[in-house]
């Protein structure tokens, strides 16, 4: 198991020092005030809440891949 469990960490080094994998993580991005208003203005008043829940979530998924 002991070697095992070597041999995997040296291949994760090897690709992390090859750039193969990348645990660089970005910078969160978020939302400003005037992109939260305007989702705001997409939900109208018969909508419930889910739906702008929905909006926001969709739109910082957007940003943030």
Do not use: P, Q
Not at 22 to 42: P, R
């Amino acid at each position: 198991m002991t070697d095992f469990l070597l041999m995997v960490c040296g291949a994760v080094f090897a690709m992390v020092i090859s750039g193969i994998v990348n645990y660089k993580k970005s910078a969160w991005v978020g939302l400003s005030e005037k992109e939260m208003y305007k989702l705001w203005l997409t939900v109208d008043e018969e909508t419930d809440r889910m739906a702008f829940g929905k909006a926001v979530e969709a739109k910082l998924k957007e940003k943030n891949t």
